[in-house]
Each structure stands twice: as structure tokens, then as C-alpha cells.
């Protein structure tokens, strides 16, 4: 056998032929430029860039911000956030506003103080706001957020863009409220592993992850722009895990990411694994880095940058718009609620004014080299590209 090898290869051939074969099993072995000239990634590859440090990391960060640049160019656009009511029917383990936490004081904003939060995005020449709230499913849920919408869209002429985040809902509330105004919807996965996702939720059928995954698919059937994220640096969490959930936003081409890391809220029955989780400042580090790989994976699709990162470093959202986020929610909810709506410790911005917040943030964005656009929706070009494409294949 060695004979016919010997033959049939020169000693250069079979050299080369078996380093082709180490490369072909051992993928991870390429480098991090090698990785990142690539056009799609594997999961190993995905692990490979999470895992970068130091050079290998700067790589990654740069390509990323190089890529914003080329296809978003150096801006950002506002959600005016405005957080109106933190009572909520689930009972997640990780969240500071879950139904069990006795320790907090509920509110829910009127609806005056909705349309006047929502006046303040429109004179301010936002573009767009973000209502976003716990999760309640009633009749009279649906039709508050309804008639809201109606006044939103009459308020601003038309003009104000509006995203909702509040959860699971029936198929037929989310087509009421799309035809109502609302054209964009935030609804995290949370975990796309569907064991860590039970390892994070109650067990039983008010948390089940498929009716949540059924939820997107129905806002991306009705025409939403529809978001979806994680939170990173969970407990049980892998680097495999991270991978896949950045695979699974690509698979499942959303228009809109939100990412942050997880932070341990002292009320909640998640916050007794503390003493397993990487240190803050990894956490942060890791969410840097999979804005990077979802922005390189994903050019066009609108990355918030969120303010758990700010919780934990100061200058967190500007460091998460330099490599690639494109949409900050400046809060605009009235201070005297602000501080109940704590999904996790050390929040930032409870204490501050809606004023504070805009100004605040303009400077931010600034020192992150990038604009404002203001009075534009700030679309997803990732969805308007989805759709078009949609319409034509018809
Ligand atoms: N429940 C609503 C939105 C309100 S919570 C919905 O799902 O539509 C908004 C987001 O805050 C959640 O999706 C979750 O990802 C994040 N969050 C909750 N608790 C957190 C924590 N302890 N650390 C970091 N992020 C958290």
C-alpha cells in the first residue's frame, strides 16, 4: 500500500495533499483573517471569533465597524423608549420585573402620559419611538394599544415610526396593531438553545419557547420588521450556545437585533448562580464581539445598542456603536416611573430626565465618531430588501 502511495504521489504532492486533509478536519485551525475573508461561518468559526483576544480581536471589532461603514455608513437613529408599565404576567428567572417579584412598586403609565411621551419624540424630531412594557394578554391590552397607535400616528401625522415590544401575543392582535401603525416589533428569544431556555424560564406553558418562536414567525408573516436577540453571558451558557443563536438570527433573516448582556437582578431566582458567571467586564466584552460577528453576518439589519451594556461600562453604548450598532433608545419615559423598570441591578439613566437623556446621548454618539439622523425612520435596509425581493418572487 505505502508503495502505490509512494508511487502515485511525489514527495511534495503528499505533503501538500495531507495538509489539505489536516485542514479540511481541523477547520478551526484557520486563523482569525483567514476566518474573517470567509463569506459565510460555521458554528466552529463562530467560536473561533468569540474566543479572539487581543490582535485576533481587533481584527474582528475592525472588520465589523469597516462593514457598518460600507453599508450603514457612521450614523444612528433614535427609538424614543418609553417603558410604559412594568406589571407582567411571566415569570422569567432572570428579570427584575417578573410577576413573583413582590419587591417593586407597579405602575402603568395613562395613556395621556403615553401620547405625552410620545409628543416629546416627535417635537424633538425622533423619527420614531419604542413602546415597550411587561406581557399582558387581554382584550383590553389589544385594544388600548390600538387606539394608542391610532392617536400616535394622528399626533405626529403620520410621521412618527413606531416599534412595540410587549411580548407574546395571538396572531390576530399582532395584524391588529401592524394595521393600526406599528411596523416594527422587538421580541427577543432570549436563548435559542432550547434547554438553556428551559433552564432560564418556569416550566410550564406560559414560558414555552416554541409558542415564543411561533410569535416571530407570525410578525415576520405580517410584514414587521421584525428583532430578535439574546442575552449573553447567562448561566449554562456556552460559547456553542452563542454560536447558535447567532446562526438561528441569520437562518431566520431577521431585520433587527437586540442584544445585550445579562446582568443578575438580586430579586430573581437566576441571581443565586452569580458566582458562576464570567466577570462583568466579559460579559461586556462578549457582547461586543457578537455585535461584530451578527453585523458581519448580517450587513444591513438594524443592531441596537443597549443600555445593559452602559450598566456595565460608561462608555458601553458608544463602544457597541464604533463596531457596529446602528439604533440607540434614548428613555423618554417620565422619570417618577423610570426607576420601576428595572429589569436588572444598576441600571443606568433611572435618575435622569428625558431632556437629560437626548443631550446625553447626542454627545455619545459624537465621541463614537457617528451622527444622529434625525427625523428619519431609520428602516432596517435589510427588511426593504427582503421585501422587495418577496414582491418580486411573486
Ligand atoms: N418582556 C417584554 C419586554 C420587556 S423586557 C418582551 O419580551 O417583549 C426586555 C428585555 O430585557 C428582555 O427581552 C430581556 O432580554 C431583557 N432582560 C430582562 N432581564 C434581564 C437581565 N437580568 N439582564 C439583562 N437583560 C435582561
Known amino acids: 500500500m505505502g508503495y502505490v502511495w509512494k508511487r502515485v504521489l511525489t514527495p511534495a504532492a503528499s505533503r501538500l495533499f495531507l495538509y489539505l486533509c489536516i485542514m ?28 479572539s483576544e487581543g490582535a485576533d480581536r481587533t ?26 408599565s412594568n406589571i407582567c404576567s411571566k415569570d422569567c428567572l ?24 410620545a409628543r416629546f419624540a416627535y417635537v424633538n424630531n425622533y423619527g420614531s419611538l419604542a413602546l415597550q412594557s411587561g406581557e399582558l394578554e387581554s382584550p383590553n391590552v389589544t385594544s388600548r394599544i390600538e387606539n394608542l397607535l391610532y392617536k400616535i400616528k394622528d399626533l405626529s401625522k403620520g410621521t412618527l415610526g413606531v416599534t412595540l415590544s410587549v411580548g407574546e401575543q395571538e396572531h390576530k392582535v399582532y395584524k391588529k396593531w401592524y394595521e393600526a401603525g ?12 432550547q434547554a438553556l431556555y428551559n433552564k432560564i424560564h418556569p416550566n410550564d406553558s406560559k414560558h414555552d419557547f416554541n409558542r415564543r418562536l411561533g410569535c416571530l414567525k407570525s410578525l ?15 448561566p449554562f451558557q456556552s460559547l456553542d450556545d452563542l454560536a447558535g443563536d447567532l446562526l438561528f438570527m441569520k437562518n431566520f433573516n431577521i431585520d433587527m437585533c437586540g442584544m445585550g448582556p445579562y446582568i443578575e437582578h438580586v430579586d430573581t431566582p437566576l441571581s443565586a448562580y452569580s458566582d458562576e458567571l464570567l466577570p462583568l467586564k466579559d460579559r461586556f466584552d462578549l457582547t461586543l464581539k457578537m455585535i461584530a460577528v451578527i453585523r458581519i453576518m448580517m ?31 434614548p428613555n423618554i419615559t417620565p422619570g417618577k416611573y423610570r426607576d ?40 432596517s435596509k435589510h427588511y426593504e430588501l427582503r421585501r422587495s425581493k418577496e414582491v418580486s418572487s411573486k
Open 182 to 193: 406599528a411596523h416594527r416589533y422587538l421580541l427577543r428569544i432570549e436563548a435559542t438553545n
Open 59 to 84: 481584527l474582528l471589532l475592525k472588520k465589523s465597524a469597516d462593514i457598518k461603514e460600507k453599508f450603514i455608513g457612521n450614523k444612528v437613529w433614535f427609538r424614543g423608549l418609553i417603558e410604559f
Open 299 to 329: 450587513k444591513d439589519i438594524n443592531i441596537v445598542a443597549a443600555t445593559a451594556m452602559q450598566a456595565i461600562d460608561p462608555m458601553g453604548r458608544e463602544k457597541a456603536v464604533k463596531i457596529g450598532a446602528n439604533i440607540l433608545m
Open 94 to 117: 432572570y428579570c427584575g420585573i417578573r410577576k413573583g417579584n413582590k419587591n417593586l412598586v407597579r405602575y402603568n403609565l395613562s395613556d395621556d402620559e403615553i401620547i405625552a411621551a
Open 340 to 379: 420601576s423598570y428595572k429589569l436588572y441591578d444598576n441600571k443606568p439613566c433611572t435618575e435622569d430626565s428625558a431632556e437629560d437623556c437626548q443631550s446625553c446621548l447626542e454627545a455619545r454618539v459624537s465621541l463614537a465618531d457617528a451622527e444622529v439622523v434625525y427625523g428619519e425612520w431609520g428602516d
Open 220 to 234: 415576520q408573516d405580517i410584514g414587521y420588521q421584525t428583532g430578535t436577540g439574546v442575552m449573553i453571558g447567562l
Open 24 to 51: 479540511i478536519i481541523k477547520e478551526e485551525k484557520l486563523t482569525i483573517k483567514e476566518i474573517l475573508d470567509r463569506e459565510d461561518f460555521t458554528r466552529e468559526n463562530i467560536i473561533s471569533l468569540l474566543n
